[in-house]
């Protein structure tokens, strides 16, 4: 047992990170060609930059054709790139695995993923406060108001937190109107007030005095 443990730490380790893994599926990537690509990374933490593919073969137990099919197919999709560089020293070019597409990729992947959900809250947060307008003015929205709340967000750009504090100056007032509200919105706009954060430091001022 303990020349099998020795053996495993001289073998050493190769990372793989969970990020990759936990997002196989939205990478499109095979479940051979990833065992190939793991083999490439085992390499390359070996200082092994570009292993012949009988180094692959053997490592792997395929077929030498195999091991070209799925390559090939790593290159097809970018994940791998087969690139040249030369040793100044000994003027010499030698091939390497670039394996860094893969994780650019996998950062895409991240990003969009993100960007969505990002997209989703902002959704989210917009009906959200149609809902609250309607319950705070106890009824429906008519057409035109839609319309208007829809302008205020699209047009105006107004942040939907600005339009929820908006809506609680006219309830604090007892005025429920979306006319109100807006008249309050473009006050905000002349001061240059265009966030939560902002409204409060003002009414901040405003107490002081």
Same mark, same amino acid.
């Given at each position: 047992m303990a020349d099998f443990s020795e053996a495993l730490l001289e073998h050493g380790n190769t990372s793989v990170p969970n990020l990759l893994l936990e997002h196989i599926g939205q990478l499109s990537i095979s479940g051979d060609e990833l065992l190939l690509y793991?083999? %490439? %990374?085992?390499?390359?933490?070996?200082?092994?930059d570009f292993? $012949?593919? &009988?180094?692959?073969? $053997? /490592?792997?137990?395929?077929?030498?054709?195999?091991?070209?099919?799925?390559?090939?197919?790593? #290159?097809?999709? &970018?994940?791998?790139? #087969? *690139?040249?560089? *030369?040793?100044?020293? /000994?003027?010499?070019q030698t091939d390497h695995y670039n394996l860094l597409p893969l994780f650019r990729r996998l950062k895409l992947v991240l990003e969009q993923a993100q960007q969505t959900d990002s997209q989703k809250q902002v959704q989210l947060k917009r009906q959200n406060l149609f809902k609250q307008i309607e319950v705070e003015f106890n009824r429906v929205l008519s057409?035109?108001?839609? &319309?208007?709340? !829809?302008?205020?967000? @699209?047009?105006?750009?107004?942040?939907? !937190? %600005?339009? *929820?504090? /908006?809506?609680? *100056? /006219?309830? %604090? @007032?007892?005025v429920y109107s979306l006319k109100y509200m807006d008249r309050i919105l473009l006050t905000w706009e002349k001061k240059n007030i265009r966030t939560k954060e902002q409204v409060q430091r003002e009414k901040d001022m405003r107490n002081q005095y």
């Open positions: 793991l083999t %490439l %990374l085992r390499f390359h933490d070996q200082k092994i292993p $012949s593919t &009988q180094q692959i073969a $053997s /490592a792997l137990g395929w077929p030498q054709n195999q091991i070209f099919q799925v390559l090939q197919q790593l #290159i097809n999709k &970018q994940f791998v790139l #087969i *690139e040249t560089k *030369e040793d100044p020293t /000994a003027h010499v057409p035109i108001e839609i &319309q208007t709340i !829809d302008a205020w967000l @699209n047009q105006d750009h107004y942040d939907p !937190d %600005l339009i *929820e504090l /908006a809506l609680r *100056e /006219a309830v %604090l @007032n007892q």
